[in-house]
């Protein structure tokens, strides 16, 4: 058995975290409260280091325009005061505003253009007629406008549609499984660590 006192900490907590499959109880609250108090403090001394070296410290290097975004931080502030409050708005607003616009300009990179040039492949193996027709499949499921209106076109959209649904179903089936795939990693990681490094009944 290790006599590491920081392997003998993670165990311990590990096994708190793992009492919750029985009931919620005072190890599990201790192991909870213990992630969430190092990962807050993490973030600050994080947050407190970003603001050393990317603020004070360029201010200190001859860079003054850093002051901007320094005193824009500060204003934030504001917020912990009602008669202050309105200083705080400024800032948030900016925030808001190019935080919005990075998303959107990422959103529209990453979810629009690629998807179009992934799916713009030549019609010569399996896969890709898959691919091909599984996404005008999954796009036609959303054309609510050309659905059930009698003619042979609504026909054929409502067949696509149909066959989207389970494109969709599939791929959903899939993103599961991979999440589930996931965490039974993280589940054999933390075993493994409790037999091996802990407790020696692998080693």
């Not at 590990?14 to 973030?43: Q, R």
């Not at 901007?68 to 934030?76: A, E, N, Y």
């Not at 900016?94 to 019609?123: H, N």
């Amino acid at each position: 058995m290790s006599t590491d006192l920081g392997i003998w900490l993670s165990a311990l907590l590990s096994l708190a975290a793992f009492s919750f499959l029985i009931k919620e109880n005072k190890f599990y609250n201790i192991a909870e409260s213990a992630f969430i108090g190092v990962g807050t403090g993490y973030a600050f001394v994080m947050a407190w280091s970003n603001i050393q070296s990317k603020g004070f410290g360029q201010i200190a290097q001859g860079d003054y325009l850093t002051i901007v975004p320094v005193l824009l931080g500060l204003c934030l502030f504001g917020k912990m005061s009602k008669s202050t409050a309105w200083i705080g708005r400024y800032p948030a607003a900016m925030l808001m505003g190019m935080g919005s616009a990075i998303a959107i300009r990422g959103a529209v990179q990453s979810e629009l253009v690629r998807q179009i040039a992934a799916t713009c492949v030549p019609l010569n193996s399996v896969n890709n007629i898959i691919v091909v027709v599984g996404t005008l499949a999954t796009v036609s499921y959303f054309l609510f406008s050309m659905k059930s209106t009698g003619s042979q076109l609504s026909g054929g959209i409502n067949a696509l549609s149909k066959l989207g649904r389970w494109v969709m179903m599939v791929s959903f089936g899939a993103a599961f499984a991979n999440a589930t795939m996931q965490r039974c990693a993280q589940l054999i990681d933390r075993l493994r660590f409790l037999f091996e490094e802990w407790i020696y009944l692998i080693r």
